[in-house]
Nanobody
């Protein structure tokens, strides 16, 4: 399984960005996908997790009501719509996949497959 995140960039506080994660390879192996972020000098933290087929996204409290995950299984793509961005959202964002179907926010250690990140910078 291969993943590639893209769509990052520079945005002002209060603005929006949509990240995309293209998934390829043995997608039938995937049970769960997730978005994570890593700010400079900090650990890679979960943002949201969602089953690859069916189910709903589970978000960390800091992004609830601002971020939305959705997927297009026909295109093997997962999206992260980010609204009302804040400077503290600045980080490298990663998408990840795991063969196990999980419910709830999952830590980075739960995911086997990772793509390269995309940088999101929110200016104040």
């Amino acid at each position: 399984v291969q993943l590639q995140a893209y769509g990052g960039g520079l945005v002002q506080a209060g603005g929006s960005l949509r990240l995309s994660c293209a998934v390829s390879g043995d997608t039938f192996r995937i049970g769960t996908v997730g978005w994570f972020r890593q700010a400079p000098g900090k650990e890679r933290d979960p943002v949201v997790s969602i089953p690859w087929r069916g189910g709903i996204g589970h978000y960390v409290d800091s992004v609830k009501s601002r971020f939305t995950i959705f997927r297009d299984n026909a295109k093997n793509t997962v999206y992260l719509q980010m609204n009302s961005l804040k400077p503290e959202d600045t980080a490298v964002y990663y998408c990840a996949a795991d063969p196990r179907r999980r419910v709830g926010v999952q830590p980075a250690s739960a995911f086997d497959y990772w793509g390269r990140g995309t940088l999101v910078t929110v200016s104040s």
